[in-house]
């Protein structure tokens, strides 16, 4: 069995893999860092949760698009100057509070009242 060290935001993952799929891995590992990357320089270090969100989002918008049909492009193209910035709100908002945070329970608020 094969192994990768993929590194994303300073942090090193190590990924198994299938022999001889080392090379695609490694590939895939580093178009991600790429995207992260650039994400860090837009926005700065907003965690690395946030960064790999953002950028899942990007790769599956361009997946998205790919898969889209060519008569599909000019509508595409409307929707994306619509909502140029959202991934600059989408950094800037605070997450969801956890699910275990006893502080986002409204039923623990309301004992403790």
Same mark, same amino acid.
């Given at each position: 069995?094969?192994? !990768?060290? !993929?590194?994303?935001?300073? *942090?090193?993952? *190590? @990924? +198994?893999? %299938?022999?001889?799929? $080392?090379? *695609?891995?490694? $590939? =895939? %590992?580093?178009?991600?860092?790429?995207?992260?990357?650039?994400?860090?320089? #837009?926005?700065?270090?907003? %965690?690395?949760?946030?960064?790999? !969100?953002?950028?899942? =989002? @990007? @790769? !599956?918008? $361009?997946?998205?698009?790919?898969?889209?049909?060519?008569?599909?492009?000019?509508?595409? #193209? *409307? $929707?994306?100057?619509?909502?140029? +910035?959202? &991934?600059?709100?989408?950094? #800037? &908002?605070?997450?969801?509070? &956890?699910?275990?945070?006893?502080?986002?329970?409204?039923? &623990?608020?309301?004992?403790?009242?």
């Amino acid at each position: 069995m094969g192994q !990768v060290s !993929v590194t994303l935001n300073n *942090r090193t993952y *190590r @990924i +198994g893999c %299938g022999d001889g799929e $080392e090379q *695609r891995l490694s $590939e =895939l %590992g580093s178009y991600l860092a790429t995207k992260v990357d650039r994400l860090k320089e #837009e926005f700065g270090q907003i %965690g690395d949760d946030r960064l790999l !969100v953002m950028a899942a =989002l @990007i @790769i !599956v918008d $361009e997946l998205f698009e790919a898969r889209e049909p060519a008569d599909a492009g000019p509508k595409r #193209e *409307r $929707e994306k100057r619509k909502g140029r +910035g959202s &991934a600059a709100r989408a950094s #800037e &908002a605070d997450p969801d509070p &956890a699910p275990d945070d006893p502080a986002s329970d409204s039923t &623990a608020a309301k004992g403790a009242a």
